[in-house]
């Protein structure tokens, strides 16, 4: 039986079936670590948001958003009408009052894990 040419191999499990991927030369699925296993992940940012007297806690995956999202997120968890009864922010603010800029992502911002920001409306 003639095997095909090396660009269109036969998948019957003979010897050209091992340079394609998933065969002979793959390891067994039981073989594989967990480190192949586990997808990659990307660490994840949480910020709390404060807005008026309630403190909203935001997950924000890797924080590529901007800053005016997080306002914008925390606003309609904490208004029963999704944002419209309190309106858009007009600043985010850290702790020690300096104001952050709207347009930046939550990185470029500066922002770490689990720390706090305040929204004024």
């Not at 067994?28 to 806690?57: C, D, G, Y």
Request: glycine share 8%; with cysteine.
């Amino acid at each position: 039986e003639q095997h095909p040419s090396p660009a269109a191999p036969c998948y019957r499990g003979c010897c050209c079936a091992a340079r394609m991927p998933g065969g002979p030369a793959s390891p067994p699925l039981s073989a594989r670590t967990a480190e192949q296993e586990q997808p990659l992940r990307t660490p994840t940012l949480m910020v709390f948001v404060h807005v008026r007297q309630k403190v909203i806690p935001v997950s924000t995956g890797a924080g590529s958003q901007s800053v005016e999202w997080l306002a914008h997120v925390a606003i309609a968890r904490c208004d029963m009408e999704q944002g419209r009864a309190l309106g858009t922010a007009k600043a985010v603010k850290l702790e020690d009052g300096r104001k952050l800029d709207l347009d930046k992502s939550l990185v470029d911002a500066g922002l770490t894990d689990n720390q706090h920001v305040w929204v004024v409306l």
